[in-house]
């Protein structure tokens, strides 16, 4: 990958999440643990698109292998952001863990270089500002009825 590649992925990335940010911290604390554990699900159901689209064009050489994983993946990441809802550090926490997750896919071959990029400069973004967020008093617990 050339340095525009990154350059332009960590761009897009960290961008997109600085919008998100923008208009997601209007709607309240509650709703905005809810769209980032809902977007923590998002991210990794975007990893089981591109192995499909990867068996699909022969790239992936064990269909339910790697069907399979990245359907492990979308189940941790659910559960992590699940819990994140009642547990503001642990959708900090599950937004840093995805940052692994994404390094894991840099050289498998049906995950494009500039998306792994593009990713992980989103998820350091999001998991900066949640966790900051956590430091200021603003994730806010929610009322168990």
């Known amino acids: ?6 350059t332009v992925g960590s761009v897009l990335g960290a961008g997109t999440a600085l919008i998100l940010i923008a208009f997601v911290r209007r709607s309240g604390p509650l709703a905005e643990r809810r769209f980032w554990a809902l977007a923590l699900l998002v991210a990794a159901l975007v990893y089981v698109g591109f192995a499909a689209l990867g068996v699909g064009t022969g790239l992936v050489v064990e269909p339910s292998n790697v069907l399979g994983f990245e359907g492990l993946g979308v189940m941790v990441y659910g559960a992590l952001g699940a819990l994140g809802t009642r547990h503001p550090r642990v959708l900090a926490a599950g937004w840093v863990l995805h940052v692994i997750w994404d390094l894991g896919h840099r050289h498998v071959g049906w995950v494009p270089d500039w998306y792994v990029v593009a990713c992980v400069a989103f998820d350091v973004v999001v998991a900066s500002y949640l966790g900051l967020s956590l430091r200021r008093g ?3 617990r929610p009322k168990l009825v």
């Not at 990958?1 to 990154?6: I, K, N, P, R, Y």
């Open 138 to 140: 603003r994730a806010i």
């Open 1 to 6: 990958m050339t340095v525009l590649g990154w």
